[in-house]
T-cell receptor, first 114, second 114 residues
Framework: KAGVTQTPRYLIKTRGQQVTLSCSPI?????VSWYQQTPGQGLQFLFE???????NKGNFPGRFSGRQFSNSRSEMNVSTLELGDSALYLC?????????????FGPGTRLTVL | ELKVEQNPLFLSMQEGKNYTIYCNYS?????LYWYRQDPGKSLESLFV???NGAVKQEGRLMASLDTKARLSTLHITAAVHDLSATYFC??????????????WGAGTKLIIKP
């Protein structure tokens, strides 16, 4: 069974540009969550999509947005990149196991903003 | 405010020693997860604890949950270098499939010296 895939794995951008990251969840999983991880702030929740609807959103500016498609694949977009956006962006795929959530993480996209 | 606190945040120990990482949380939940992250890598699920008194063991790692004390512990027995990683606990506040809210601890960076 294929795991969570994220593309691209590495990305270098300059300030002011925008970027789109992609996440394909495990087959059958309807929920995708996005996280930002930096050495200074740790692991921070960005947003969660469930059946194409954003259900939860973390405390991030509107420059961070996302969407989910009917096949559960999700994209995350960051506009007007800032140096502080350099981070490891993790996507997690989730399914309800009738009592708890089973969540698996993708390998991440390492974004560097110059 | 929902909080998940891990301590210690940093732990350096010798091989062969035992130690415990603590995860305290501020509200009622009976679902707690432990994850491991190697440097530059994604998060790997270690344990899912689903009820008061739950205990799970895998190799030299053992996790337990006390929902009344709102405390989970991750105990390392006879540590080996391969266990060096950052360990995260996360509390699941969601009640069902469509309501998902995972609150993360800050992580404990564990370094095991030969």
């Amino acid at each position: 069974k294929a795991g969570v895939t994220q593309t691209p794995r590495y990305l270098i951008k300059t300030r002011g540009q925008q970027v789109t990251l992609s996440c394909s969840p495990i087959s059958g999983h309807r929920s995708v969550s996005w996280y930002q991880q930096t050495p200074g702030q740790g692991l921070q929740f960005l947003f969660e999509y469930f059946s194409e609807t954003q259900r939860n959103k973390g405390n991030f500016p509107g420059r961070f947005s996302g969407r989910q498609f009917s096949n559960s694949r999700s994209e995350m977009n960051v506009s007007t990149l800032e140096l502080g956006d350099s981070a490891l962006y993790l996507c997690a795929s989730r399914r309800w196991r009738g009592g708890y959530n089973e969540q698996f993480f993708g390998p991440g996209t390492r974004l560097t903003v110059l | 405010e929902l909080k998940v606190e891990q301590n210690p945040l940093f732990l350096s120990m010798q091989e062969g020693k035992n130690y415990t990482i603590y995860c305290n949380y501020s509200t009622t939940s009976d679902r707690l997860y432990w994850y491991r992250q190697d440097p530059g890598k994604s998060l790997e699920s270690l344990f899912v604890l689903l009820s008061n008194g739950a205990v799970k063991q895998e190799g030299r790692l053992m996790a337990s949950l006390d929902t009344k004390a709102r405390l989970s512990t991750l105990h390392i027995t006879a540590a080996v270098h391969d266990l060096s990683a950052t360990y995260f606990c996360a509390v699941d506040m969601g009640l069902m499939d469509s309501n998902y809210q995972l609150i993360w601890g800050a992580g404990t960076k564990l370094i095991i010296k030969p």
